[in-house]
């Protein structure tokens, strides 16, 4: 009798199965909730604007005052504003609340 080594590489696509499954589950686990938090954080920083209370990736807390390209302004204490990148803020901690219309019959409250 003579054997040949042609059972042997008849194993020869589990390997590459497993190596393609091993990034499957890489980019399922890792990846695409890195890209999701990222658009988040995208969104959140385009959406700044003045009156918000924001806390920078440093942990400074304060309120927005004005929006440029890429810098926000922030007062961190009465009088004090400090200059960021849109980037560097972390979070929004309080949304400012926009201006309500007055409804029609506000206008008409009459004084005593």
């Known amino acids: ?3 040949t080594a ?10 590459v199965l497993m190596i393609v499954l091993l990034f499957g589950v890489m980019y399922f686990m890792m990846i695409r909730p890195q890209q999701k938090r990222r658009r988040e954080a995208e969104t959140m ?5 003045p ?12 309120t927005v005052t004005g929006i ?3 810098t926000v302004l922030i007062e961190v204490a009465p009088g004090v504003q400090t200059r960021y990148a849109r980037a560097a803020i972390a979070r929004v901690v309080t949304r400012a ?14 004084k005593e």
Do not use: C, K, R, W
């Open 6 to 15: 042609a059972g042997a590489t008849g194993g020869g696509i589990t390997p």
């Open 68 to 70: 440029e390209d890429d």
């Open 45 to 49: 920083q385009s959406g700044l604007g």
């Open 97 to 110: 609340e926009l201006p309500s219309e007055p409804i029609s019959g506000d206008a008409d409250v009459i």
């Open 1 to 3: 009798m003579h054997y």
């Open 51 to 62: 009156g918000d209370e924001v806390v920078t990736i440093g942990g400074l807390y304060g």
